[in-house]
Nanobody, 124 residues
Framework: QIQLVESGGGLVQTGGSLRLSCAAS????????MGWFRQVSGKEREFVAA????????YYAEHVKGRFTMSRDDAKNAGYLQMNSLKFDDTAVYYC?????????????????WGQGTQVTVSS
């Protein structure tokens, strides 16, 4: 079992920044990748970013490239999502997730463990 706890969400104005954190505990040595997804009420959960736990390669959705940066801290068993130049359309509940096996990083169904989510609200 892996437990994930997100933090760092909140209310920010358009153009502002937030840094989300995802603290992992449990069988963290077996992680393959960590991802961030977001969801707006009534819509499907969508991919935002992912990082390979070994090697640190990162992947981003087109609509956040150049604005969001994902990183990890092995010593703290944590992942981060630095979000800059935030837009109104970035408003959503943001979830971190861990997948244990290789494969599709962009599909929510490929992830094995999820946090409870943190709300990000960008005011226009």
């Amino acid at each position: 079992q892996i437990q994930l706890v997100e933090s760092g969400g909140g209310l920010v104005q358009t153009g502002g920044s937030l840094r989300l954190s995802c603290a992992a505990s449990g069988r963290t040595f077996s992680r393959y990748a960590m991802g961030w997804f977001r969801q707006v009420s009534g819509k499907e959960r969508e991919f935002v970013a992912a990082i390979m736990w070994r090697g640190g390669s990162t992947y981003y959705a087109e609509h956040v490239k150049g604005r969001f940066t994902m990183s990890r801290d092995d010593a703290k068993n944590a992942g981060y999502l630095q979000m800059n130049s935030l837009k109104f359309d970035d408003t959503a509940v943001y979830y971190c997730a861990v997948k244990l096996m290789d494969g599709n990083l962009w599909s929510a169904r490929a992830y094995d463990y999820w946090g409870q989510g943190t709300q990000v609200t960008v005011s226009s």
